[in-house]
């Protein structure tokens, strides 16, 4: 006779990530190596998922005066810290995403860093559907605070390569799209920050990853990443420095604190 499931399912994990570069939005916010650990935990009620965490961003080399970094010259230390929840909505293949972000920057404005002046918080809502080959996702963020403004994300994720037998591993294809709405200059307040320089395409990104599960609860991933630079913003590599093609490396680890693997959020 089987056991029903649980009504309810908790889940934990933590994610420890390493790149040569901090990307957010398109825009390169460190252009230098960073580490950036992870901690999150969620519950699942049938359909329904809650879940919550915080993410840490870590530059690792020490920036001198004219470059692109959140902590500022001298820096090599914490530049910025997350925290996030979101509720998750299951339907077949298709997954809706609501949520909230917390963004709090430790940087030192007066050594061309990012201070706690920069602090802000966007909400969001995500639609994802998953069929045998393709992954579409269509995301849409809001700034509430600072910028008051929406901006808007298509990817498509693309696999391309699996191993069936222990430890396996998955090959992919990561693009994406990025699009200003309102989060560029607005004439009515023209001492409102801004993230972008106009409305329209941001920038377009394509970038290959691996994966690879060892175990049940740990999850190795490493790739590479693209991005062609469209608006100001994303092309500014530093004071009067700009750059219209980007190319980085990454890596990270997933490992399962709780729960059940094939069920993760």
């Given at each position: 006779?089987?056991?029903?499931?649980?009504?309810?399912q908790?889940?934990?994990?933590?994610?420890?990530?390493?790149a040569g570069?901090y990307v957010?939005h398109?825009?390169?916010r460190?252009?230098?190596?960073v580490?950036?650990?992870?901690?999150a935990?969620g519950?699942?009620?049938?359909?329904l998922?809650l879940?919550?965490?915080?993410?840490?961003?870590?530059?690792l080399?020490?920036?001198s005066?004219?470059?692109?970094?959140?902590?500022?010259?001298?820096?090599?230390?914490?530049?910025?810290?997350?925290l996030?929840?979101?509720?998750?909505?299951?339907l077949?293949p298709?997954?809706?995403h609501?949520?909230?972000?917390?963004?709090?920057?430790?940087?030192d404005?007066?050594?061309?860093g990012?201070g706690?002046?920069?602090?802000?918080?966007?909400?969001?809502a995500s639609?994802?559907t998953s069929?045998?080959?393709?992954?579409?996702?269509?995301?849409?963020w809001?700034d509430?605070e600072r910028?008051r403004?929406?901006?808007?994300r298509a990817?498509l994720?693309?696999?391309?390569l699996?191993?069936?037998?222990?430890?396996?591993?998955?090959?992919?294809?990561?693009?994406?799209m990025?699009?200003?709405?309102?989060q560029?200059?607005?004439?009515?307040r023209?001492?409102?920050?801004?993230?972008?320089?106009k409305r329209g395409?941001?920038?377009?990104g394509?970038?290959?990853?691996t994966e690879?599960?060892?175990?049940?609860?740990?999850?190795?991933?490493?790739?590479?990443?693209s991005?062609?630079?469209?608006?100001?913003?994303?092309?500014a590599?530093g004071p009067?420095?700009?750059?219209?093609f980007?190319?980085?490396?990454w890596?990270?680890?997933t490992?399962?604190l709780?729960?059940d693997?094939r069920?993760?959020?």
């Amino acid at each position: 006779m089987g056991v029903p499931p649980a009504a309810a399912q908790f889940s934990a994990r933590t994610d420890v990530s390493a790149a040569g570069r901090y990307v957010w939005h398109g825009i390169s916010r460190a252009a230098g190596p960073v580490a950036q650990p992870s901690l999150a935990a969620g519950l699942r009620v049938h359909r329904l998922s809650l879940e919550s965490g915080a993410v840490l961003h870590y530059e690792l080399d020490r920036a001198s005066a004219g470059e692109l970094s959140e902590t500022g010259a001298g820096g090599r230390h914490l530049g910025e810290q997350n925290l996030w929840g979101q509720a998750s909505l299951a339907l077949g293949p298709t997954r809706l995403h609501v949520g909230l972000v917390r963004y709090m920057f430790r940087g030192d404005a007066g050594q061309g860093g990012m201070g706690p002046a920069r602090n802000t918080t966007e909400v969001f809502a995500s639609l994802s559907t998953s069929s045998r080959y393709l992954v579409p996702t269509v995301e849409a963020w809001w700034d509430v605070e600072r910028v008051r403004g929406a901006f808007l994300r298509a990817a498509l994720d693309l696999p391309v390569l699996g191993w069936p037998f222990p430890p396996y591993a998955f090959v992919f294809v990561q693009t994406e799209m990025g699009v200003n709405v309102g989060q560029g200059p607005n004439p009515a307040r023209p001492g409102e920050l801004a993230n972008f320089a106009k409305r329209g395409i941001t920038h377009f990104g394509l970038g290959l990853g691996t994966e690879v599960r060892a175990g049940r609860s740990a999850t190795l991933a490493f790739g590479a990443r693209s991005q062609l630079n469209v608006d100001a913003a994303t092309k500014a590599d530093g004071p009067g420095r700009t750059r219209d093609f980007v190319v980085w490396l990454w890596s990270g680890i997933t490992i399962l604190l709780g729960g059940d693997p094939r069920n993760g959020q």
